[in-house]
């Protein structure tokens, strides 16, 4: 059985198409798969993701330098000043004051503070880490 198709001699085998038939799209034109590389095909995927952002705040921490979110209580935490309890809960309450803001409302701050020292106190990373500290 043979299938045939727009621009296709029906019943004829090898026939070459009838170029009168093609439509307007593609008289003329050199045969291409359509598949152009779009701008910044070249790049690897981390690449793409990284372009025309700015570095992130965490880079400075990962390169040695501190995390400014934190500095001044990982600062005191060096002194002597406080303790890893106290540092930990200024973190989190520094942490709920950047991501809510201000004006959040009081349950909701509490609904998430409570969530993140669950968090906190159920990961065996951070337990471990904490120990390490005090």
Not at 29 to 48: I, L, V
Not at 86 to 99: G, K, M, S, T, Y
Not at 100 to 107: N, R, V, Y
């Amino acid at each position: 059985m043979m299938v045939t198709g727009p621009g296709s001699q029906a019943g004829v085998p090898g026939a070459a198409p009838d170029a009168t038939s093609a439509p307007d799209a593609v008289k003329g034109k050199a045969w291409t798969t359509g598949a152009e590389k779009p701008e910044g095909a070249s790049r690897s995927f981390a690449e793409t993701l990284a372009a025309d952002r700015p570095a992130p705040e965490a880079a400075a921490a990962r390169a040695g330098g501190a995390d400014p979110l934190t500095s001044d209580i990982a600062a005191d935490l060096q002194a002597g000043k406080i303790d890893p309890k106290a540092a930990l809960d200024r973190v989190v309450e520094r942490v709920l004051a950047r991501q809510l803001g201000a004006d959040a409302p009081a349950t909701l701050r509490s609904q998430l503070r409570d969530a993140l020292r669950d968090t906190i106190s159920s990961d065996p990373f951070i337990a471990e880490r904490l120990r390490g500290l005090g």
